[in-house]
T-cell receptor
């Protein structure tokens, strides 16, 4: 496993449709994060998982957003009833929580999924 | 509340010269981590360097060094011997003690001039 992968890389959808993105983290990483990045801004934290538990959610994450990591490996981020304001790059990152074999805070990012809502 | 501030929206540097990208942060946590990431035009975020709040020495990774001044709450990135491939957006970020949430600045766009 050479890195974090995300699928799809690009998604164009019509307003009101539901979309789902997938993230496959680095295999030995137990933490997985979702971020949203709009043009000219840094990534904004959305949520994170440690193993299969969703431990924190940003207030940015409205009830139209839901994320899962059912087996503590890959994760999905679903946006229901998309709005034009949801257009952004959605980034996934993974890391190894402190206390692991090689404790580290560094996050490794995937290539992102660019969502365009028309 | 945690906050990262990058006050330089754009910077230019001559190839082979050094450049400093500024970052200040605000936190009340006693323990935290500071990071720099590079984001080329292709979009991927590339981890460059990490500094823990209790680390006594400034972090270095090849041509990258982090000038950590805890009392001033600054964590500037120094890139030595700039290369054309260094042209990219650079983001400063901070994690809370347990690394459960990361806060990013708005970034600095670096252009290396041949």
């Amino acid at each position: 496993d050479t890195g974090v992968s995300q699928d799809p890389r690009h998604k164009i959808t019509k307003r009101g449709q539901n979309v789902t993105f997938r993230c496959d983290p680095i295999s030995e990483h137990n933490r997985l994060y979702w971020y949203r990045q709009t043009l000219g801004q840094g990534p904004e934290f959305l949520t994170y998982f440690q193993n299969e538990a969703q431990l924190e959610k940003s207030r940015l994450l409205s009830d139209r957003f839901s994320a899962e990591r059912p087996k503590g490996s890959f994760s999905t981020l679903e946006i229901q009833r998309t709005e034009q304001g949801d257009s952004a790059m959605y980034l996934c990152a993974s890391s190894l929580a402190p206390g692991g074999v090689v404790p580290s805070y560094e996050q490794y990012f995937g290539p992102g999924t660019r969502l365009t809502v028309t | 509340a945690q906050k990262i501030t990058q006050t330089q929206p754009g910077m230019f540097v001559q190839e082979k010269e050094a450049v400093t990208l500024d970052c200040t942060y605000d936190t009340s946590d006693p323990s935290y981590g500071l990071f720099w990431y590079k984001q080329p035009s292709s979009g991927e975020m590339i981890f460059l360097i990490y500094q823990g709040s209790y680390d006594q020495q400034n972090a270095t990774e090849g041509r990258y060094s982090l000038n950590f001044q805890k009392a001033r709450k600054s964590a500037n990135l120094v890139i030595s011997a700039s290369q054309l491939g260094d042209s990219a957006m650079y983001f400063c970020a901070m994690s809370r003690n347990t690394g459960n949430q990361f806060y990013f600045g708005t970034g600095t766009s670096l252009t290396v001039i041949p």
